[in-house]
Each structure stands twice: as C-alpha cells, then as structure tokens.
C-alpha cells in the first residue's frame, strides 16, 4: 500500500519539478499548507494513534468495512484508552477509493491503483468477522450474519454503502444489483456491462471495461464513423454526483486526443432540471458543456435500454398548469411524458442506488431504505445508540467520501460522549466536495454545504481554498489525481484526518 502511494507522490513531485514547483509549494498554492503528511511527515498509518482521551467503555460493532467504517474504527481506536470494536465485512478487497474508477475507466490509472487487502486498513486490535451481516434486531443489541453468528454489542455504527441496482433499468435486470466490493457481483455484471458499447465505472471491473470501451469508440470516431455517446443520471441519489460529467469530459478530451471529437455526437440526460444544485456551480458545468459541444437534455428519466439495437430509452417528463385548485386557490401541476430514443455507440450507465436490502427493510431502514439519522449528529432517529454514515445515511447531499471525511469525525465525537454520558455536541453541517474533472489536466473543485443547515436542504458553495471554485484548474487536477488518494490513506483511513 505504501509503495503504491510513495509512487504517486514520486510522479507528482517530478511534475511538479518540471513547472519549478515544490510539493509545499503547490500546497500552499492549494490552500493545503497544513496538510503535513504531504510534505515529508510520517507516511506510517501505524503513527496515527493519538493520545487515549477517553476511557469510556462498550461493545462497538461497526458493519461495512469500506471508507467510513475504516475510517470510524481508527479514530475510535485512536481516541480510546480501552476500545472494543469489531467490524464485519464479507470483502477481502477494500473499495476505500473508488474515486480512482473514474480516472480508470479514461485510461489514466489502472486497476492496480486502487488495488487493496481489506485486512492491510484495519487497525491494530479491531476484529474482523468477514461475513455478511443479514439481521438487525436493535431492541435486542444483536446483529446475525449469513454465516449464522450472532454479535451483541453496545453501540452499532452501520457504514455499509450503498448498492447499484442496474435492474431498475429494464433490460439491465440480468446484471441486477451490485455491491460495490463484491467480487461475484463484478462476474455477473460483467456479461452485460463492458460489452457492445455499454460500461459504468461503478464498481472496479466495470472501470477497466469502460476504458476498452471507450478506446473502441474514439477509435471508430477516428476511422470516420458518426457516432454518438449517451450519459444519463439516474433518478436516485447516486453517489458522487459529478461521476456522470466527469466521464463525459474524458471522452472528450479522448476524442479530441485522437482528432476526432467531430465524429462524435455527445448526449447528457439528466432526470433534474439543473445540473448542480448550487447556481453558480450549474452555470459553470453548463457553459463547460456548451464549449465542449455536450448536448445537454434535462428531465429525462433514463428507463430502458435495447442491448440488440443499442438504444438508450427515457421518458421526458415536464409540468403544466392544470385545472384551478378551489381550496388552494391556485393551479395544480400536472406531469407529462413522452418517450425518448437515444441510439448509442457507447453508453456509460450510473445505476439508481439504494441501501442493501438487508439493511433498508430492517428496524434500522426506512420507507425509502436509506438509514434515517439525525442529520447533524449522525444518530439514528429511533435507536440511540445506533449511528450511520456514509452513502447509506439519509443525509441530503451525503454520498461522497468528501462528505464521510466530515461526518467521521463528528460521529466518533458524538459517540464517545454519549458513551461518557455526556451532551453530544459535534454537528455535520453537510459539506461535501466534487473535484470534477473538466478535461484531461484541469479539475473544477466544487465544494459545497447545506444552505439551510438545520434543516439540511438547499446548497451553497463552500470553498476551503481563496481561489474561484467555478474555475478549472491544474493545480486541481493534481490534487485529484497524485493527492486526494494519499490523503485518504493516510489521512483518513487512519482516522487523523
Ligand atoms: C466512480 C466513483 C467516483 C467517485 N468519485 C468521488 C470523488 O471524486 N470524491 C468523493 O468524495 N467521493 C467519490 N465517490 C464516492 C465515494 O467513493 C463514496 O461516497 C464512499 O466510498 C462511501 O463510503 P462508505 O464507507 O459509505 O461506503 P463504501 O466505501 O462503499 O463501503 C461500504 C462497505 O460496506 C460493506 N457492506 C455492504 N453491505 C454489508 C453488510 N450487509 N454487512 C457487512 N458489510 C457490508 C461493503 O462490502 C463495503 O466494503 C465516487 C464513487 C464512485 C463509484
């Protein structure tokens, strides 16, 4: 894992050389001065411990051993005197940064990148069960799992994911729902997914098959042939918002690598009617797509796709005026549709999500799945002693591992003082970041908040760094590609940051 990291860093610093910049340099630059573990500190994820705060004690089990619940586990384990944590995650491999599908699936990195052992992130003296957990039984502190163990605990802290469910898209049903990490999943994805055209990075096999994809296409555009590329959002909340865009642009900037970018029709569907949900960042995405001649077509719900003809399927919905309400004293709305063909030469699908079944229809789900929490604290609504984070939390705009960073460390607070007995006082005020990537070399770094942050809704841009976040830059692009990884890994995954 090291040497995997050391050797990103190693590249960087030799780019960065080339334009006479040091890396402490081009992080103060990027506003990241006080990102130590960059400029020469440890690089040990075992010098992470801190000193034990608290001596406050309990049986805690945390299911998912992905980002956040890695991550959950460190600073735990850090800020303990005596912890007794286990997780259970079925996986082997870790999938703690899946950003890297992205840059995968256009060629830059390779499968090897984002390569790693679940057991190499555990922290020392945290136990792992590699199962499944498939019952919740809250009232009783007890969680089964498919192997038929049962594991009491005294504070629960569910991270596990989210799942694409590329059978909600009729004609995707044979490759139906996939987890993230799992191995057999990939297989079964496989026969449809990264043949004849159709590809989503979204899970690791699916990212190497994009990018064999995606050279089958610039290449037909090269030898002359017309073709088109359709990219469609779903209707649920996804995580990484910006996946979409970001693929768009790398096959642009492929096409135009190869001079063919005027053989190439691109599409964008959207099911919304914006493309951002804050208004500056929408109108820079939406002049980006106009430059990049991306035909950007809002309010269509991606429903079908026809594998034998390649056709993308939507249906375009959009409001009129209606009869006059006599109570309300105002119009109703009234929805309409029409059915939309889009033929496809290459078509990069981002599944609806959800959270897994076992836990979306257990005491701890909810009507929609997603785990209802107190979105500022992270503690379940009904069960206190029950956390959730990550993408399966039900917290406007929270599917990024920019988003668990934050509400990590807010977790772990809250659940060390309710485990003193004290007021939990640490608050998530819902920031996320999207470093969306505009072309190959520039990044535009969206980062935003909740506008209304009790209530967790509307969405306002929150830069950390003093620069313009509409703006697509280098410095972000090396950010997203030598940085945020090592970032992770040593800054996160160890709980420090
Ligand atoms: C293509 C792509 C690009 C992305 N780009 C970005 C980006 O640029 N920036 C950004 O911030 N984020 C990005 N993200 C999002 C980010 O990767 C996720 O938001 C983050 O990984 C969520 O962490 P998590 O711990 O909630 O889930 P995960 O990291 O997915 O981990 C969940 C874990 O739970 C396990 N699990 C599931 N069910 C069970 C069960 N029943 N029992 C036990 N274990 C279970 C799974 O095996 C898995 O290991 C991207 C994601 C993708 C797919």
């Given at each position: 894992m090291n040497r995997n990291v050391q050797e990103d860093l190693k590249q960087l610093d030799s780019i960065l050389k080339q334009h006479g910049l040091s890396r402490r340099d081009a992080l103060k630059i990027m506003g990241?001065?006080?990102?130590?573990?960059?400029?020469?500190?440890?690089?040990?994820?075992?010098?992470?411990?801190?000193?034990?705060a608290s001596d406050a004690k309990g049986k805690i089990l945390i299911i998912g051993g992905g980002l956040s619940g890695v991550a959950t586990a460190a600073k735990l384990s850090n800020s303990l005197s005596n912890p007794d944590i286990t997780i259970i995650e079925p996986?082997?491999?870790?999938?703690?940064?899946?950003?890297?599908n992205t840059l995968i699936g256009a060629g830059i990195w390779t499968k090897d990148d984002v390569t790693y052992e679940t057991k190499d992130f555990l922290p020392s003296g945290v136990k792992w069960i590699q199962d499944k957990a498939v019952e919740f039984n809250p009232t009783a502190n007890e969680v089964k799992t498919a192997k038929g163990e049962v594991v009491k605990y005294d504070f629960l802290v569910i991270a596990a994911g989210l799942v694409n469910?590329?059978?909600?898209i009729k004609g995707l049903e044979e490759v139906?729902?996939?987890?993230?990490?799992s191995a057999d999943d990939a297989v079964k994805a496989k026969k449809i997914l990264g043949q004849n055209g159709i590809c989503s990075v979204y899970f690791t096999e699916g990212a190497v098959d994009t990018w064999t994809q995606m050279q089958k296409f610039v290449a037909d555009a090269k030898s002359g042939k017309k073709v088109t590329g359709v990219f469609a959002e779903p209707h649920t909340p996804f995580k990484c918002g910006g996946a979409q865009k970001k693929i768009t642009n790398l096959v642009d900037a492929r096409l135009n690598e190869a001079g063919a970018r005027a053989n190439a029709n691109l599409e964008f569907l959207t099911n919304?009617?914006?493309?951002?949900?804050?208004p500056e960042y929408h109108t820079a995405i939406e002049g980006q797509m106009k430059a990049r001649n991306v035909n950007v077509r809002y309010e269509h719900k991606f429903t079908e796709v026809d594998l034998v003809n390649k056709i993308a399927k939507f249906e375009k919905h959009w409001e009129v005026k209606g009869a006059w309400d006599e109570d309300l004293e105002e119009f109703t709305m009234e929805t309409k549709t029409e059915a939309v063909d889009v033929k496809y030469d290459f078509c990069h699908v981002i599944a609806p999500s959800k959270a897994p079944n076992e836990i979306a229809k257990s005491?701890?789900?909810?009507e929609k799945g997603w785990v209802p929490v107190n979105?500022?604290?992270?503690?379940h609504v009904t069960f206190p002693n029950v956390f959730a984070l990550g993408d399966?939390?039900?917290?406007?705009?929270?599917?990024?591992g920019g988003s668990a960073r934050k509400q990590y460390a807010v977790l772990c607070a809250n659940l060390i003082s309710l485990m003193e007995g004290k007021e939990m006082t640490a608050k998530y005020e819902g920031y996320t970041v999207c470093p969306l990537?505009?072309?190959?070399g520039t990044v535009m770094l969206a980062e935003f908040k909740w506008k209304d942050v009790a209530a967790g809704t509307g969405a306002v841009a929150a830069p950390?760094?003093?620069?313009?976040?509409t703006q697509e830059r280098w410095i972000y692009w090396l950010l997203k590609v030598y940085l945020l990884k090592p970032m992770t890994m040593y800054g996160m995954l160890p709980g420090r940051a």
């Open positions: 990241l001065g006080g990102a130590g573990v960059m400029v020469g500190g440890t690089t040990e994820a075992s010098a992470a411990t801190t000193l034990k996986n082997p491999k870790s999938v703690s940064y899946q950003p890297g469910d590329f059978g909600m139906g729902e996939v987890y993230t990490s919304g009617k914006k493309l951002f949900g804050v005491p701890l789900g909810s979105i500022q604290t992270m503690q399966i939390a039900a917290v406007p705009l929270g599917k990024t990537i505009t072309s190959i950390s760094f003093p620069l313009d976040p």
